[in-house]
């Protein structure tokens, strides 16, 4: 359950800093976004604040560092650190990496790393029915005394629908994408989790929305747009 909307988080909050290069979400130095996480009965568990911190252009496009701060449902600071964003030729590129998250990290950060990756994409031009690049990443500990890796996959991922969404921030034209998602786990003990994940963006917005279900379609938790400037 943690490492599924840790995930959810990973996508709202990265899929939300799109820029200038891309029609989705215009950035710049100092813009900041704020979403709030519920879990699957509806429950408010915490938010999770996004700041620009350094905004770099390039010849066909930019790279960005988003500083994220995840806080609990009273507002008490969990997690925070930086994310890194590109954009080139109208497609921003989503590093892989970033939907390792941090406890994650720290199980391997004794030993030498070997990182195999291929990143997600997101197109400046959206149509219902498109078809989306799929993403993943391994990590594997080279020099560890037994097997340690995590793979996350992010697969099948599709424009499915253009629909008008509310949240705090306002109500949005969106675009829905859907996409499946497996995180193995492979230290002493295998562990595979399953998930998908819905996706609503909105051009010079960002994202609106998400959810993410089990493997059974249970809802796992949410994201919703709260705050944008």
């Known amino acids: 359950m943690k490492i599924l909307v840790t995930m959810l988080m990973a996508i709202a909050i990265i899929s939300s800093a799109a820029a200038q290069c891309n029609q989705f ?37 930019f790279t ?25 030729g109208g497609t921003v590129y989503i590093d892989m990496r970033n939907f390792i998250n941090e406890d994650q990290m720290k199980a391997l950060q004794s030993y030498e790393l070997k990182v195999e990756s291929e990143n997600l994409e997101l197109p400046s031009a959206l149509s219902v029915g498109q078809t989306l690049k799929n993403g993943t990443v391994t990590l594997t500990a080279t020099n560890a005394p037994m097997p340690m890796k995590m793979t996350v996959n992010i697969t099948d991922r599709k424009v499915e629908a253009k629909e008008s969404v509310t949240t705090p921030a306002g109500t949005f034209d969106c675009y829905k994408i859907t996409s499946k998602g497996t995180f193995k786990n492979q230290m002493g ?20 929305k ?20």
């Open 25 to 61: 979400y215009p950035i710049q130095n100092g813009s900041y976004w704020e979403m709030e996480t519920y879990n699957g009965k509806g429950k408010l568990t915490g938010k999770n604040q996004q700041r620009v911190i350094q905004y770099n252009g390039t010849a066909s496009g």
């Open 210 to 229: 998400t959810e993410s279900y089990n493997k059974n379609g249970k809802l796992n938790g949410s994201t919703v747009l709260t705050k944008r400037t």
């Open 189 to 208: 003990i295998n562990m595979t989790f399953e998930f998908s994940t819905v996706e609503w963006l909105a051009p010079k917005v960002g994202m609106v």
């Open 64 to 88: 960005a560092t988003i500083n994220s701060t995840t806080l609990n449902e009273k507002g008490k600071e969990l997690m925070k650190g930086d994310l890194e964003l590109k954009c080139a």
